[in-house]
């Protein structure tokens, strides 16, 4: 077998594996929402990561305090509702 055999199995495999997975996922949610979605979670598990020290979640998160105390109060009810799921 050449390189270009082997090249052109590997992507067919590929895309077989990625119409697989188009068909399993079931988007419900617009792009903004999945955005604020993750970035929910990845707060939340920083902060209690870090005991709720803000400072250190910040730097977890590669982001400034006085943002993450912003993000924090934007998504303050979401972040109550999380933690008493978990």
Same mark, same amino acid.
Do not use: F
């Given at each position: 077998?050449?390189?270009?055999?082997?090249?052109?199995?590997?992507?067919?495999?590929?895309?077989? @594996? &990625?119409?697989?997975?188009?068909?399993?996922?079931?988007? !419900? $949610? /617009?792009?903004?929402? %999945?955005?604020?979605? +993750?970035?929910?979670? @990845? &707060?939340?598990?920083?902060?209690?990561?870090?005991?709720? !020290? $803000? /400072?250190?979640?910040? %730097?977890?998160?590669? +982001?400034?305090?006085?943002?993450?105390?912003?993000?924090?109060?934007?998504?303050?009810?979401?972040?109550?509702?999380?933690? %008493?799921?978990?």
């Amino acid at each position: 077998m050449g390189y270009n055999t082997n090249y052109q199995q590997e992507q067919d495999a590929l895309w077989e @594996a &990625i119409e697989n997975i188009g068909q399993e996922i079931c988007i !419900n $949610r /617009t792009l903004p929402e %999945e955005v604020s979605l +993750i970035e929910l979670k @990845a &707060i939340h598990t920083a902060l209690h990561n870090h005991k709720g !020290n $803000r /400072t250190k979640a910040a %730097e977890e998160l590669g +982001i400034g305090r006085t943002n993450l105390i912003a993000k924090i109060k934007k998504y303050k009810l979401a972040l109550k509702e999380l933690a %008493e799921d978990l």
